[in-house]
């Protein structure tokens, strides 16, 4: 099984609204990874978790708040976000140890920010 | 400083006109280079790891090449099915937490 999975699919919130991104994935990677995808652009990485342990942050600012509960889940925490924070928001997941390392991205959730 | 430029950034065929996509990379070391396929509103989709040059990848009209400078996709005899956005990304030796640095994509349009 090589799918990552995503919810919600789609979401709109305003501007002092409080929401949650949720990633899931059941191949026993133990590296994930939160992406942002503006139109037209490639993937722009923002965290990284090894172990589930935050190994990279992409000097995102504080309004976006990763979390990875368990070794399959991981969360991204919203507040207070700005219109220019819309965008496609994707997780991936990967092997960090042996020769195969590629990261396996999930279908991504459309955020709006009103 | 590790960069990966793709080209061209558009393509048009008409199905079943062969063609090429081109993907050039510069990295201190590389430990991989991945092509994705990607339609729109989705995340990527895989398709290819290549390790080292020489190697070659095939998958249904898809082929992947590897060089020391540069990797291409071959696209033979496309079908309309194959319009999307194509992204290579290369991660380097150091491995960076697994960073994958990104071209900016060719997107693809097969005409029937």
């Known amino acids: 099984d090589t799918e990552v999975t995503q919810t919600p699919k789609h979401l709109v919130m305003g501007m002092t609204n409080k929401k949650s991104l949720k990633c899931e994935q059941h191949?026993?990677?133990?590296?994930m990874y939160w992406y942002k995808q503006k139109a037209k652009k490639p993937p722009e990485l923002m965290f990284v978790y090894s172990y589930e342990k935050l190994s990279i942050n992409e000097s995102v600012p504080s309004r976006f708040s990763p979390e990875c509960p368990n070794s399959s889940l991981l969360n991204l925490h919203l507040h207070a976000l700005q219109p220019e924070d819309s965008a496609l928001y994707l997780c991936?997941?990967?092997?960090?140890?042996?020769?195969?390392?590629?990261?396996?991205f999930g279908p991504g959730t459309r955020l709006t920010v009103l | 400083e590790d960069q990966v430029t793709q080209s061209p950034e558009a393509l048009r065929l008409q199905e079943g006109e062969s063609s090429s996509l081109n993907c050039s990379y510069t990295?201190?070391?590389?430990?991989?280079l991945f092509w994705y396929r990607q339609d729109p509103g989705k995340g990527p989709e895989f398709l290819f790891t290549l390790y080292s040059a020489g190697e070659e990848k095939e998958k249904e009209r898809l082929k992947a090449t590897l060089t020391k400078k540069e990797s291409f996709l071959h696209i033979t005899a496309p079908k309309p099915e194959d319009s999307a956005t194509y992204l290579c990304?290369?991660?380097?030796?150091?491995?960076?937490?697994?960073?994958?640095?990104f071209g900016q994509g060719t997107e693809l349009s097969v005409k029937p």
């Open positions: 990295v201190s070391g590389l430990r991989g």
């Open positions: 991936a997941s990967s092997q960090i140890e042996g020769p195969y390392n590629e990261q396996f």
């Open positions: 990304a290369v991660q380097a030796g150091d491995n960076q937490g697994g960073k994958l640095i």
């Open positions: 191949m026993g990677h133990r590296a």
